[in-house]
C-alpha cells in the first residue's frame, strides 16, 4: 500500500492545465482566468451622487437652514448639463451625474422643498465631496484588475461587464467521459434478473464531474470484456480530455479494466492506504488522464473526491485543488481498528455553539451508497481506534 499523498501526487503529475481558451464573459462562471485583465476604464466612469437629494455648492450649506432655487432634476442616465450656481441646487437621483458647479449632495431627509418645488430649504451644512462617488473611485483606468489564475466568480465577472469586457480567457471545462463496467448491472427501470444490480455510479460520477465544474460526457455502461473495454477506452479518450471509470480494478477474476489500461497505456495500478477505496488505477492512455476508480458506489465516490477531482481541478487551472479540511468534535464515538489505513468516515455535519460537530451518517460499508448520500463530510480518521466521544477529527466537506 502506498500513502494518499502519494497515489494523490502521481494523479497530479498526470493531469496538466488545458490550454487557454476565449470565451463570451457569459460562459466564464467558475472558470480560471488565463490572462492579465488591466482596466481600460474607471469605474465609476463619471462622478455620481450616492444618494438621492440635491447637487449643492457646499458653501451655501455653512449657514444651513438655507433656502435655495431648484434649477433642474438629474435623474440616473441623464447627462450633467445643468450648471448649479450659487444659491441653486439640483434635485438629483442616485447614479445620476454630478452637475457643473456643485461640490456636494445633501441626501433629500435633510432637505424640505417648497410645494410648488422651486425652491428648497437645506437643514445642514455639508463638506465638499459630500455624498459624491468620484470617477475611478472602484478601479482606475490601466489598474491591474484581475491576474492570471484567479478563479472567476459572480463579482468578477460584473468588474470585467463594468469595464466593457465580452469576451475573456480563461481555462476551459475538461470534457470528461464516465463509464460503468460490470456485467451485473442493469441500466434504468428493466426488471433484475437473479444476480443483477442497477448502474448507480455512472449518474452519481457524472453529477460529480458536473460538480466539479468539468463537462460530463456518458460513455455508457459497457459488459465485462476485454475487447469491448478496450474499444470503449479507446474511443473515450479521442473525444474527451479525461476519462474516469468505475469497476474492474480490484483482485477479481473479471476486472478487465486495470488489465486494458494497463496494457493500454501508462498506467499505475496502485493500492492506496485508504478505507473506502483502496484500489485505484491512473495513467495516461493516448496522452489522455485515465482513472480507473473502483465499482463500490461509496469507495468510487470517496476516490472522485481524493484523486479525480484534484486532477480535474488541476486541469481547469485551480491552484488549490484539494478542498481544505476543517475540524469537527464528534458527539459520538466513531470507532474503528487499526490496520494500516487512513479512513474516511461518512458523517453529517452540524455548526453549533461556534464549532462543527459530526457524528456517523450511517452504514459505513462501500455498498452503502445511502449514508453517503446523506453525509456533509467525509471524517478524516488516522490509523487508530477512531474517535471518543468529545475528540476532534479533520472533516472533509462534501458537495
Ligand atoms: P468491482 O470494482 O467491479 O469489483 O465492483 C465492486 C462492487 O461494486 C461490486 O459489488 C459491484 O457490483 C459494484 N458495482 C460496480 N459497478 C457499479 C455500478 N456502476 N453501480 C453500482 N454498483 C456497482
Ligand atoms: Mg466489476
Redesign the pocket.
Known amino acids: 500500500m502506498i500513502p494518499l499523498e502519494e497515489a494523490r501526487a502521481r494523479v497530479l503529475a498526470g493531469c496538466r492545465r488545458l490550454p487557454p481558451v476565449t470565451v463570451p464573459v457569459a460562459e466564464a462562471l467558475g472558470l480560471v482566468l488565463a490572462e492579465t485583465i488591466v482596466a481600460g476604464e474607471a469605474i465609476p466612469p463619471f462622478p455620481n451622487t450616492a444618494m438621492d437629494g440635491f447637487a449643492v455648492r457646499s458653501a451655501d450649506t455653512a449657514d444651513a437652514p438655507r433656502r435655495l432655487d431648484i434649477v433642474g432634476t438629474l435623474a440616473a442616465g441623464a447627462a450633467p448639463d445643468i450648471e448649479v450656481g450659487a444659491g441653486q441646487a439640483v434635485r438629483i437621483m442616485t447614479g445620476a451625474p454630478m452637475p457643473p458647479g456643485a461640490d456636494a449632495v445633501i441626501m433629500v431627509e435633510l432637505t424640505r422643498a417648497s410645494d410648488d418645488g422651486s425652491t428648497v430649504e437645506v437643514q445642514a451644512t455639508v463638506p465638499a465631496g459630500n455624498h459624491v462617488r468620484a470617477a475611478g473611485e472602484d478601479v482606475t483606468p490601466g489598474q491591474l484588475v484581475f491576474e492570471t489564475g484567479v478563479e472567476l466568480g459572480p463579482g468578477h465577472l460584473g468588474v470585467l461587464c463594468s469595464l466593457g469586457a465580452t469576451d475573456v480567457t480563461v481555462v476551459p471545462r475538461p470534457r470528461v467521459g464516465v463509464m ?3 456485467d ?2 442493469v441500466e434504468g427501470a428493466a426488471p433484475l434478473r437473479p444476480g443483477q ?1 442497477r ?4 449518474r452519481t460520477l457524472l453529477s460529480l464531474v458536473e460538480r466539479a465544474g468539468a463537462t460530463p460526457v456518458d460513455i455508457g455502461l459497457i459488459r465485462d470484456d476485454e475487447d469491448t473495454i478496450r474499444s470503449a477506452i479507446d474511443t473515450a479518450v479521442e473525444t474527451c480530455d479525461a476519462l474516469i471509470t ?5 483482485m ?1 477474476d473479471f ?1 478487465y479494466v486495470k488489465k486494458v489500461l494497463s496494457a493500454t497505456g501508462d498506467m499505475a495500478w496502485m493500492q492506496v492506504a485508504i478505507r473506502p477505496a483502496k484500489p485505484l488505477a491512473f495513467g495516461l492512455v493516448a496522452d489522455t488522464p485515465v482513472f480507473g476508480l ?4 461509496v469507495s468510487s465516490m470517496v476516490s472522485f473526491e481524493l484523486f479525480a477531482r484534484p486532477g480535474l481541478r488541476q486541469m481547469m487551472g485551480h491552484a488549490d485543488v484539494v478542498r481544505p479540511p476543517v475540524v469537527g468534535i464528534a458527539d459520538a464515538d466513531l470507532i474503528r481498528r487499526p490496520d494500516g489505513k487512513t479512513h474516511f468516515a461518512r458523517v453529517v455535519v452540524t455548526y453549533r455553539d461556534g464549532a462543527f460537530h459530526f457524528s456517523s451518517a450511517g452504514g459505513q460499508g462501500s ?1 452503502q451508497l445511502f449514508a453517503m448520500a446523506t453525509a456533509d463530510a467525509l471524517a478524516v480518521l488516522p490509523d487508530g481506534d477512531g474517535v471518543k466521544t468529545g475528540e476532534t477529527a479533520e472533516l472533509v466537506l462534501v458537495d
Do not use: A, F, Q
Open positions: 460503468s463496467t460490470g451485473e448491472l444490480i448502474d448507480s455510479n455512472r468505475s469497476g474492474g480494478v480490484s477479481g476486472d473502483p465499482g463500490n458506489p455498498h
